[in-house]
């Protein structure tokens, strides 16, 4: 595994962790449709979270959730409309976060939360 799938794995890692320690209940993982892939896929009580983890190391120079590009947004609601209708979870409120996490040298997670970061209509 290269060094940027490490640190992916890594990062979706904590993120299940830190969502668990808050109280959701983690769905599935790496969720794969012919639409896209979603990170995380949780539950926050009633609501389906869709969660997209962005991993940096310290080092680099932007903030990773700037990363979440309008095309990737496209991509995960498209997947999570999928997932919805797979499920039938149609009537379910839902919403996608993404979590960012900055890894510095000394291995410490730095976490942001980025609740309701986009909508389904974009």
Request: net charge neutral.
């Amino acid at each position: 595994m290269d060094d940027r799938a490490e640190l992916g794995r890594a990062g979706e890692k904590g993120a299940a962790r830190f969502l668990r320690g808050k109280g959701y209940r983690i769905v599935t993982r790496n969720y794969r449709c012919p639409c896209g892939e979603i990170d995380l896929i949780a539950l926050d009580d009633k609501v389906v979270v869709f969660v997209e983890v962005k991993t940096r190391r310290a080092a680099d120079h932007a903030d990773p959730e700037q990363n979440v590009t309008p095309a990737k947004q496209q991509r995960i609601t498209r997947s999570a409309e999928f997932f919805l209708r797979q499920t039938g979870s149609d009537d379910r409120l839902c919403r996608f976060d993404i979590i960012a996490i900055t890894l510095s040298d000394a291995k410490k997670m730095d976490i942001e939360h980025f609740m309701d970061a986009f909508s389904l209509s974009g």
